[in-house]
């Protein structure tokens, strides 16, 4: 059950969400653990948004984090992140570090009273994301996962299509979604918690959940393991209680070409990038095109999670409706068990 914050937690959450709720004019402070690539994004992202102030910076190395402010424009850099979460002016944090770090950085920033948005894999297994969410609801703060697919209007747009009945029930889909990623040190060091589900094929288990929902009845994978174990391709198959049936494939050797489709008893829909959803094409069952369209444009498409905490903040609540933690947690099960079945345990999760 979702928490609302309380009025007399001792905490910067309290203040945060008194403060983000005084009116509309307050924007939010937003804070950055990691400095790494995907940070970099992230700061591109809230410099553009007219409700977000890019306040601050963490890195392990001082001069990295000044460097990082100084090209974004942050008010704060700093060296350490426990010096950054010490800041009462910080009203969310954005943690940014390697899935094997996401347990440990979201527990301190819940230990120093923050809201957090973590980016997925939200942390290496669902034991670890039981608690902190439990940490995070007994503290009335705010803690979500930044899978951006969950957010993003392309969402609704494809649910919309589905529920219009224009392809009549939908029944199964298929999709992809790959990368060249096998020279990124993250991806193939199992003490990274590296591999492709929890880097890409995560997206493809979410695609599946957001179509057909989160009634399963059956999952089976395999995947090919690279000689440090981890996993290098993954093939999904999820059988849904309503009798749908998702069939993935995601991978970290190669470029695969994203596209996704989905398949009802009066037509289909096929997708242009899964992963961000560049144009959705509707046919009948006659293979006549009946429909196209084009999500709106956008920044980088992060922002549409860092609008969706800002609300949540401000409205006082503990989760974010577009990925409520039930999901996070239903879709580490998910991974979970197709890690176990592989082999692949990751150093430390346990």
Request: charged share 25%; proline share 2%.
């Amino acid at each position: 059950m979702e928490k609302k914050i309380q009025e007399n937690h001792t905490a910067d959450s309290g203040n945060s969400a008194s403060r983000l709720a005084a009116g509309k004019g307050s924007r939010m402070r937003m804070a950055i653990l990691g400095a790494g690539a995907i940070a970099h994004k992230m700061a591109a992202t809230i410099t553009k948004m007219e409700m977000v102030e890019a306040y601050a910076i963490a890195a392990r190395d001082a001069k990295r984090a000044q460097s990082f402010a100084e090209q974004y424009g942050f008010t704060k850099a700093y060296g350490s992140y426990e010096e950054m979460l010490s800041d009462k002016e910080v009203d969310l944090v954005y943690i940014a570090t390697p899935h094997s770090h996401h347990y440990e950085h979201i527990r301190l920033c819940l230990a120093h009273q923050k809201h957090v948005l973590c980016e997925k894999s939200f942390t290496v297994n669902a034991r670890q994301a039981r608690e902190v969410l439990q940490m995070a609801e007994e503290k009335g703060l705010l803690l979500t996962e930044a899978i951006w697919t969950r957010y993003m209007p392309s969402r609704k747009m494809v649910n919309d299509i589905i529920d219009s009945g224009v392809i009549g029930k939908a029944v199964s889909l298929t999709g992809n979604l790959g990368y060249a990623l096998k020279s990124v040190t993250r991806m193939v060091e199992p003490s990274l918690a590296g591999g492709a589900l929890l880097d890409v094929g995560v997206y493809m288990v979410n695609f599946a959940m957001m179509v057909f929902g989160n009634k399963i009845s059956k999952v089976t994978s395999s995947a090919v393991m690279s000689e440090k174990g981890v996993d290098y391709s993954d093939s999904i198959t999820m059988i849904f209680e309503g009798g749908e049936i998702a069939v993935m494939h995601s991978s970290m050797l190669g470029a695969l070409n994203r596209r996704a489709s989905i398949f009802g008893e009066k037509g289909y829909i096929e997708i242009t990038n899964v992963n961000n959803i560049e144009h959705i094409r509707v046919f009948d069952e006659n293979y006549r095109e009946l429909a196209d369209y084009t999500p709106p444009e956008q920044n980088t498409g992060y922002e549409y999670e860092v609008e969706a905490c800002r609300r949540a903040i401000q409205e006082g609540r503990t989760q974010c409706s577009e990925m409520p933690h039930e999901e996070t947690i239903r879709v580490l099960e998910i991974m979970d068990d197709m890690r176990r079945s592989w082999g692949y345990q990751i150093p430390g999760e346990n």
